[in-house]
């Protein structure tokens, strides 16, 4: 009972979620590149690579699905289809992000170019950093690296708040550029999500190798805290 | 009611062959209990010193202590006394063919010397109810022998034949394998009932089943008890590598 085209098969899912999550990587980086040098060509390659990204989710999605009926799988190799299910999910999120971020590059093109008080590029560089991160995290089965991921993303936060904060403040007090706050407050926003989505893939490379469920650790223990003081 | 299953040192031999080792756990009351683990691990033998079965093969030795409730079966008790308090079911369903259903349900307690007709008839209906065959069965309890039956419905009428003594503990050695899917998924709903009642030790290759039934599993392996945790755990996340490694089929 070595279960050799079963050890197979999960070797094959490995590899089809590690070519969706170059694609979705890939999409990304595109995204912020566009943003940068504003290069409407760019933008064009991430549409192209949501089709493909949307593709993979399905099939990876499939492939899954058909492993948890046939094999009933157990605990890790359990835990692994769960987990490459919802990395699935995440990245295809990813490619969303991406599509978002180079549709407002598009828009911001036909727009004044004009100072914002914002750093997309340092956030964008910190948003990628963390999803590079995520997927080493699930290539080698490394949670030292997922837990590196997952202190990452208060950074990544702090900068979606502080960008709100100046953006709206612009939109209030110079209507007239209006219009490329509210592009470079969605771009950050989408920036913010690709953080979590990679905060979730790290959590599931956790689940995956060590069991352990760590999501929503801040706010479960924070909900005890107050229950225990209340 | 069902009673806990205390078990400490346990060691079990076949003539020269050390069949159990040093086997330490306590069993819940009211709960199914599986046990799994490859061919030839002990897991049928460690059943089988639970209600002193094992001792019945000339060749076969047992040490340590086993306390079902408060009763220390190596100690205190006779086997036949013992057997009345622990019900066994076995593989392939063995119910005596010649004879009427109703006389099946019946025998253990003609065999103890019950003759009380009217509670005898009440009993052989409460236990084919419980063992879920008595719709099935209820209009040819004595027209029908044993062996007319179906293998699921021989199945459950050896186990409402184990249920009419009225035991503490049920212990099944793997009561399903033999069975299609649909007499399989009875005896599963039916084990699920009856915990509430007695005290269930499953021994089972089937590990879906073991993980649809049992709160608490052990894994064997080697005539030594590698793990023993809930169900829950040693399905998702076990703690010994041996587990993890035959239940996702990496060896076996």
């Known amino acids: 009972m070595t279960r050799i085209r079963f050890q197979q098969s999960l070797d094959e899912l490995k590899e089809n979620l590690l070519v969706m999550a170059g694609l979705a990587e890939q999409a990304i980086q595109r995204a912020i590149e566009a943003y940068r040098v504003r290069d409407l060509s760019i933008c064009d390659l991430v549409s192209r690579s949501e089709n493909a990204i949307n593709r993979m989710e399905r099939d990876i999605d499939q492939s899954a699905l058909d492993m948890l009926a046939m094999e009933q799988p157990m605990a890790i190799d359990l835990r692994f289809i769960l987990s490459v299910i919802k990395i699935n999910a995440d990245l295809e999120r990813v490619g969303d992000a991406a599509k978002s971020i180079s549709d407002r590059v598009r828009n911001m093109e036909q727009m004044p170019v004009t100072e914002l008080p914002v750093d997309i590029p340092r956030m964008a560089t910190l948003a990628a950093e963390m999803v590079r991160k995520s997927l080493q995290s699930f290539i080698e089965g490394d949670t030292e690296v997922a837990r590196a991921v997952l202190t990452m993303d208060d950074a990544v936060d702090a900068m979606n708040r502080a960008a709100y904060k100046a953006l709206t403040k612009v939109m209030e007090e110079q209507s007239r550029i209006a219009p490329q706050a509210l592009n470079a407050l969605m771009i950050c926003r989408a920036l913010e999500r690709v953080a979590d989505h990679a905060t979730n893939i790290a959590e599931d490379v956790i689940f995956w190798v060590q069991g352990a469920d760590v999501r929503h650790h801040k706010s479960l223990a924070a909900q005890k805290e107050n229950k225990s003081t209340g | ?252």
Not at chain 2, 80 to 85: A, M
Not at chain 2, 131 to 159: H, N, P
Not at chain 2, 169 to 181: G, K, T, Y
Request: proline share 4%; hydrophobic share 40%; aromatic share 6%.
């Open chain 2, 1 to 252: 009611m069902g009673v806990g299953i205390e078990v400490i040192n346990l060691n079990a031999w076949y003539g020269a062959n050390h069949t159990l080792q040093d086997i330490n756990l306590n069993i819940p009351a009211n709960h199914a209990t599986a046990l799994i683990g490859p061919s030839g691990c002990g897991k049928s033998t460690f059943v089988r010193c639970l209600n002193r079965m094992h001792e019945t093969n000339p060749i076969a030795r047992v040490t340590g202590t086993v306390r079902i409730g408060d009763l220390d079966i190596y100690e205190d008790a006779k086997p036949v006394e013992i057997r009345r308090r622990v019900g066994m079911v076995f593989q392939r369903p063995n119910p005596f063919p010649t004879m009427s259903i109703y006389d099946n349900v019946a025998s253990g307690l003609k065999l103890n010397g019950f003759r009380n007709r009217h509670a005898l008839d009440e009993i052989v209906e409460r236990s084919l109810k419980d063992s879920a065959l008595w719709d099935e069965v209820k209009d040819d309890l004595k027209k029908k022998s044993g062996a007319s039956l179906s293998g699921g419905q021989q199945q459950r009428l050896c186990i409402a034949r184990a249920l009419a003594v009225d035991p503490e503990v049920l212990l099944m050695d793997e009561p399903a394998s033999a069975l299609d899917p649909v007499s399989t998924s009875k005896i599963e709903d039916l084990i699920f009932q009856l915990k509430s009642q007695y005290t269930i030790v499953i021994v089972t290759h089937n590990m879906q089943q073991a993980a649809r039934v049992a709160e608490k599993t052990g894994f064997f392996l080697n005539g030594r008890m590698v793990e023993f945790d809930s169900t829950h755990k040693i399905f998702t996340n076990p703690s010994d590598k041996r587990t993890e490694d035959y239940i996702t089929g990496r060896f076996g």
